[in-house]
């Protein structure tokens, strides 16, 4: 079983930073992925970055030369440092991990966290 707990979130100013981190647990083999998604309200779950097995990185135009993603293997940890934030990056953000298990056989699964509330006021 593989659980996921999200922590950073908040409510800062325009322009200001946070930085999210979620921390993997459970009998992990390895990764194939670990992300950042988020929901506005009335609006869809979007990508807001993705970082691959081998270090390859994915993000949302709308994030681009503002975020970073990154992750730690010894800790079994994904970050999201957020930069000059705007109003429009409120939502709830989750962390999403692909991962390969072998109890009691081999999958590959992905995971969600349960979210954590990030408000951006004008």
């Known amino acids: 079983q593989v659980q996921l707990v999200e922590s950073g979130g908040g409510l800062v100013q325009a322009g200001g930073s946070l930085r999210l981190s979620c921390a993997c647990s459970g009998s992990i083999f390895s990764f194939n992925s670990m992300g950042w998604y988020r929901q506005a309200p009335g609006k869809q779950r979007e990508l807001v970055a993705e970082i691959t097995r081998i270090g390859s990185t994915n993000y949302a135009d709308s994030v681009k030369g503002r975020f970073t993603i990154s992750r730690d293997d010894a800790k079994n940890t994904v970050d999201l440092q957020m930069n000059s934030l705007k109003p429009d990056d409120t939502a709830v953000y989750y962390c999403?991990?692909?991962?390969?298990?072998?109890?009691?056989?081999?999958?590959?699964?992905?995971?969600w966290g349960q979210g954590t509330q990030v408000t951006v006021s004008s």
């Open positions: 999403k991990v692909v991962v390969v298990t072998t109890a009691p056989k081999i999958r590959i699964d992905g995971y």
